[in-house]
């Protein structure tokens, strides 16, 4: 089966929406990673690796703050899709 086609320009868009995906993606990364280091680990480090309650609250840091994430874009593509569907009918 062979591969379709894609135009130079639907290639460029392509390339921007994947460049801004892991410009989003490391940006999210990053700020988790502040965020739960901040609240998980003392400022001040005491060993040099981790207890068990500091890998304890990053690991539930970082599911909350996957979970919101992924709660937010759900949400965000429900609402873009109204908004969408909303400006299909006022054109029609």
């Not at 940006?27 to 901040?38: F, I, P, Q, S």
């Amino acid at each position: 089966m062979a591969l379709p086609q894609i135009s130079t320009a639907d290639q460029a868009k392509l390339q921007l929406m994947q460049e801004m995906e892991i410009e989003m993606m490391s940006d999210l990364y990053n700020r988790m990673t502040n965020a739960c280091h901040k609240k998980c680990i003392p400022p001040r480090y005491s060993e040099s690796e981790l207890g068990k309650g500091e890998m304890v609250c990053i690991d539930r840091c970082v599911a909350k703050y996957l979970d919101i994430h992924e709660k937010i874009g759900k949400k965000l593509t429900a609402m873009s899709m109204q908004d969408e569907e909303l400006m299909k009918k006022m054109s029609s």
